[in-house]
């Protein structure tokens, strides 16, 4: 239960620094928003499902272990952590400095 708890508070951690980001910057854009509500909702379905194959395997008793649901809620994780700094850098000029060469350096990894 804890992992659910946890890829959600950084899911809407990510939300909330999303939302204050777009009223500091360009103002609440409805179609940016959808699609962003989108893709929360496909992650936290993504986490579910990685959890129903990995307790789903358990009970029907299939003889393999599946450990799906750490290593998609890491990611997931992470992944809403890295937008969560982009986020916050763009609000402050100093945070901007410190994550530039992080931010940097994911952007020429994609």
Known sequence: ??????????????????LIKALAKDGINST?????MYH?????LTVFGAGLLQH???YIKLGVDIPALIGVASYICIMELVSIIENLAVLNPSLYKLFKPFLNQLKTED
């Open 1 to 18: 239960m804890a992992v659910y708890i946890t890829v959600l508070a950084f899911i809407g951690f990510d939300i909330v620094t999303g």
């Open 32 to 36: 940016v928003l959808r699609k962003g």
């Open 56 to 58: 789903g395997a358990e």
């Open 40 to 44: 929360k909702l496909s992650e936290i």
